[in-house]
């Protein structure tokens, strides 16, 4: 099956400082979606992203399809910025059933 | 705004109780989800469902089965829990887009 994978695993950061956060696919896809899992464990989709970018307020992404690869851009980040990010595929062309990366562990520090 | 809810958000249960997790959307969405999550090992599928009393098993589904009697209601069972399923429950729901919108989750503790 299709396999997902992210990096880095986990990020520090201060306050302040931009981050990339990258998502490796290892076949044709027709949708990505960011994830953003806050400390209480809810999870909320930032970007469904099949290709091209994004842009919501300081989170943008970026999916290359043909690379088989998308970026999670963050800047000035804050704390309220800390969690997991998954991204997540199709398991198989057009299935409603998604493939999730491990996640990367983001702390941002005041 | 899409809202899906969980029937606990903790829950401890004993070994071999049968544990009844309850899913609830609010959007008239054909497709249901139970994952659960653990460290280091993401989010995996347990059981999918697509339509009413229709279901498809996921990646993960030993230990468990489902219930999907309403649309907007999805049940996961676990006939007789054990320890190792000691873990974060999360539902979701999805449009035919595929865009998954998750409840909060349910972190049970297995004793």
């Known amino acids: 099956g299709i396999q997902v994978e992210q990096s880095p695993p986990d990020l520090i950061l201060q306050e302040g400082a931009n981050s990339t956060l990258r998502c490796n696919f290892s076949?044709?896809?027709?949708?990505l979606q960011w994830f953003h899992q806050n400390p209480w464990g809810q999870l909320i989709n930032l970007f469904y992203?099949?290709?091209g970018t994004k842009q919501n307020g300081r989170l943008s992404a970026t999916t290359v399809a043909t690379e088989r690869y998308s970026l999670l851009y963050i800047s000035s980040s804050q704390t309220t910025d800390s969690g997991v990010y998954f991204c997540?595929?199709?398991?198989?062309?057009?299935?409603?059933?998604?493939?999730f990366g491990k996640g990367m562990k983001l702390t941002v520090n005041p | 705004d899409v809202k899906v809810t969980q029937s606990s958000r903790y829950l401890v249960k004993r070994t071999g109780e049968k544990v009844f997790l309850e899913c609830v959307q609010d959007?008239?969405?054909?497709?249901m989800f139970w994952y659960r999550q653990d460290p280091g090992l993401g989010l995996r599928l347990i059981y999918f469902?697509?339509?009413?009393?229709?279901?498809e098993k996921g990646d993960i589904p030993e230990g468990y089965s489902v219930s999907r009697e309403k649309k907007e209601r999805f049940s996961l069972i676990l006939e007789s829990a054990s320890t190792n399923q000691t873990s974060m429950y999360l539902c979701?729901?999805?449009?035919?887009?595929?865009?998954?919108?998750f409840g909060p989750g349910t972190r049970l503790t297995v004793t």
């Open positions: 979701a729901s999805s449009s035919l887009l595929a865009l998954q919108y």
């Open positions: 076949d044709s896809v027709n949708n």
């Open positions: 992203i099949p290709s």
């Open positions: 997540a595929v199709p398991s198989q062309g057009g299935s409603e059933k998604l493939v």
């Open positions: 959007m008239d969405h054909e497709n």
């Open positions: 469902s697509y339509d009413v009393k229709m279901k």
